[in-house]
């Protein structure tokens, strides 16, 4: 089993910068896509951005590229997302995702997760 904790969200105001964080715990072996999704309330989970664990490459939502960074650390199981010049369109419960799969035609997609952390919050005022 694999378990998913979420940190380091919070409010900032436009153009600022956060970085949140996620824990990996249990099978991390089993590990080779993760990602971070996003979601406000009436809207449905988004992907923006995935990571394949054994390189380390990274794919992006439009949106976001060119603002955030994705990366991991596998020595110590974490997950991180770099979020800069920050719009209040990037506000939302932001997800760490897991899964023992690789697709990189879908691995944005929420649907292709078997293992999602509680989220962090991240408000951004204009």
């Known amino acids: 089993q694999v378990q998913l904790v979420e940190s380091g969200g919070g409010s900032v105001q436009a153009g600022g910068s956060l970085r949140v964080s996620c824990v990996v715990s249990?099978?991390?072996?089993?590990?080779?896509?993760m990602a971070w999704f996003r979601q406000v309330p009436g809207k449905e989970r988004e992907g923006v951005a995935c990571?394949?664990?054994?390189?380390?490459?990274?794919i992006y939502r439009d949106s976001v590229k060119g603002r955030f960074t994705a990366s991991r650390d596998n020595v110590k199981n974490m997950l991180f997302l770099e979020m800069n010049s920050l719009k209040p369109d990037d506000s939302g419960m932001y997800y760490c995702?897991?899964?023992?799969?690789?697709?990189?035609?879908?691995?944005?997609?929420?649907?292709?997760?078997?293992?999602w952390g509680p989220g962090t919050q991240v408000t951004v005022s204009s």
């Open positions: 990571v394949y664990m054994e390189d380390g490459s990274a």
């Open positions: 249990g099978d991390t072996n089993s590990i080779y896509m």
């Open positions: 995702a897991a899964d023992e799969t690789w697709y990189e035609d879908r691995c944005l997609k929420a649907r292709q997760y078997n293992h």
